[in-house]
């Protein structure tokens, strides 16, 4: 395909193949260092691997620019006097009819936003008689199958496997370059985006999952007109180290309906020509990368092959809970000059996992990380609100476009710089306009049910989808009145108090899995991880320095996002500015 302009429909940057040599205030594009000459770039260099062998199998993930990959490819094999048989494991794949009534059942019918967490692998797309006669052809000096799945034909050969970050696949998805697995036909971006969700994704690592301990080389496909690449052994190795030490995922940023200002102002490395920025996706594992560098390139591969790899060294005592499920998720919530969030709630546990097929639910809380002219949270009902009543203003708010009386059933309280709100399953709330929130939560996070969004329209100019009925069957009206502030409120207290540090509790929800501690750190700190993951967030100051028990070091800046792994067993925090007040806030499973 030729490459233009058009292939990814985004505002924001692609990412840098090379480290910046500056120290950034907030950085965009974090790594893990590899050491020298582990990453090679370019299609002359990838040729030159290629070439050594009589056949190849190139696997990789949905959004693959396949045929770009065979016209580069091809044209520099050719140039060295080489013949190349293609063969694309599509043509073994079934038709997209078939496909699409497999997959009706985990689709959710009509429902533009849910479906169900499918139970298929990868091999169900194909016809397996059709993949058993794919052959190498003896006659040519390379022979390369191609594809999504491509190693499920069973060459007994190299393992290549291209590898694409989730927010490149959804901005290529968006230019209707990428479509969904199998699929023929083009939809709208929430459908496309749901299958994605509930479908593709899911197969598509487990069976990455599979092949994991096979694969020779690794690439990073997302700049297209230079793959950047090392071998499997050395991202096994590097994935191990990263698992006993520290690691920043590569975090990025969506526009929203309601988005603010406070990022694409503050934080280096953006387009700061967007109007706004709603989310930066600091640590939502399922669409995360990280990158590895070796001599200033910068490789990325997604978050979810640390986990398949290393799962038990990052997550420790909560391992087999867990499974290849981080558990924690980090991001911000930016409505500085912005709007409210819609008022909504999150499903039960066991209303996800019968509906969606989620093995826990969302619970989350809101950090007030920075604030201005006295912001609100909307939290809790008001006392004497009767669920049918609520129910009914929903409804006729809907039908007849009519402004909501929020102030009548839910109740808001003023937001301060660094408050702890607590929102469990089932609890009404949304952030008001002017915060920027750190929202701590349980690691899903596409589940809100929607049941007010202001009358206004998504940034595609259509009303936003909107889950009243969801929402009703999901919401405890027993979180209201004067049991909102002691129940849903932190309340701080301090553990310990010495020269170089305060520890302070910040104690959330019974029904959070996870709990939440806050540091002032004047001088240094050495921390075990007694076998729990931490993550952590530098929430005021300038920057630290962490130095983990097994060498590493590695410098963090204000608002960044940095996970310490069970297996780490202890490192020492240091504040690069005592002169500065330096607070960082930790999560952890309880």
């Known amino acids: 395909m030729e490459l233009n302009k058009e292939w990814r429909k985004t505002q924001q940057f692609l990412a840098p193949k090379k480290k910046a040599k500056k120290e950034m205030d907030y950085d965009a594009y974090p790594s893990f260092p590899l ?46 006097g080489k013949t190349v048989r ?36 990868l091999l169900d797309w194909f016809d397996t008689e059709k993949l ?33 970050p989730k927010n490149e696949l959804q901005f290529r998805a968006r230019a209707g370059t990428a479509t969904n697995l199998g699929s023929k036909n083009k939809t709208d971006n929430r459908r496309t985006y749901k299958r994605f969700y509930f479908v593709d994704w899911v197969v598509l690592n487990k069976h990455k999952n599979k092949i994991l301990p096979d694969i ?27 698992a006993k030490n520290v690691f920043r995922p590569r975090p990025w940023f969506e526009p929203g309906a309601w988005g603010g200002t406070w990022m694409k102002e503050q934080m280096e490395g953006l387009n700061k020509e967007v109007e706004n920025l709603a989310w930066s996706f600091e640590l939502m594992v ?127 309280f003023t937001a301060k710089k660094h408050d702890l709100f607590l929102i469990p399953n089932g609890t009404i709330h949304a952030s008001g306009s002017n915060n920027l929130v750190l929202e701590i939560s349980s690691a899903p996070y596409i589940f809100t049910f929607k049941m007010y969004d202001w009358l206004r329209l998504d940034l595609d100019g259509k009303p936003r989808p909107i889950n009243i009925e969801h929402g009703m069957k999901n919401l405890n009206f027993e979180r209201k009145g004067d049991t909102v502030v002691p129940e849903l409120i932190s309340a701080p207290y301090v553990i310990t108090q010495t020269e170089e540090y305060k520890l302070e509790h910040l104690p959330t929800h019974p029904e959070h899995f996870y709990d939440v501690y806050r540091y002032t750190l004047n001088d240094k700190i050495h921390i075990s991880t007694n076998n729990k993951c931490h993550v952590w ?35 020492t925090i240091y504040n690069e500015k005592p002169d500065n007040k330096t607070l960082l806030i930790q999560a952890f499973v309880k």
């Open 35 to 80: 050491g020298e000459n582990k990453i090679k770039a370019g299609i002359e260099e990838f040729a030159t691997w290629i070439e050594q062998n009589k056949t190849i199998t190139i696997d990789g993930y949905i959004g693959v620019f396949w045929n770009h990959l065979v016209e580069s490819l091809g044209a520099e094999l050719k140039k060295r």
């Open 86 to 121: 293609w063969f694309h494991v599509d043509a073994a794949m079934k038709p997209s009819e078939e496909l699409d009534e497999m997959l009706a059942p985990y689709l959710g019918g009509n429902d533009p936003l849910f479906g169900k967490i499918t139970d298929k692998d």
């Open 132 to 164: 058993k006669l794919i052959k190498p052809d003896t006659s040519a000096d390379i022979n390369i199958i191609l594809g999504c799945g491509a190693s499920l034909a069973q060459w007994q050969c190299p393992i290549v496997y291209f590898d694409l």
């Open 216 to 242: 020779d080389l690794i690439v990073d496909e997302q700049r297209p007109d230079n793959y950047l690449f090392m071998t499997g052994d050395e991202l096994r190795s590097g994935l191990s180290q990263m």
């Open 286 to 412: 399922l669409e995360n990368g990280i990158m590895f560098e070796s001599g200033q390139y910068l490789l990325e591969v997604s978050f979810d092959f640390l986990m398949f790899n290393n799962y038990q060294e990052v997550l420790g005592d909560c391992a087999e809970k867990f499974k290849y499920d981080f558990p924690i998720r980090f991001d911000f919530l930016d409505t500085f000059d912005g709007g409210n969030l819609s008022i909504q709630c999150h499903p039960t546990p066991e209303y996800i996992k019968e509906n969606f097929g989620m093995p826990f639910t969302q619970d989350e809380t809101y950090y007030i990380l920075d604030c201005k002219d006295e912001p609100v949270v909307y939290l809790g009902f008001q006392d004497g609100v009767k669920p049918e009543e609520f129910h009914q203003a929903l409804l006729q708010s809907q039908k007849e476009v009519k402004e909501l009386d929020v102030d009548k059933y839910i109740q808001k």
């Open 537 to 571: 967030m530098l929430i005021e100051g300038t920057s630290v320095t962490i130095e983990t028990k097994n060498g590493i070091r590695q410098r963090f800046n204000y608002a960044e996002t940095f996970v310490v792994p069970a297996a780490a067993d202890s490192y």
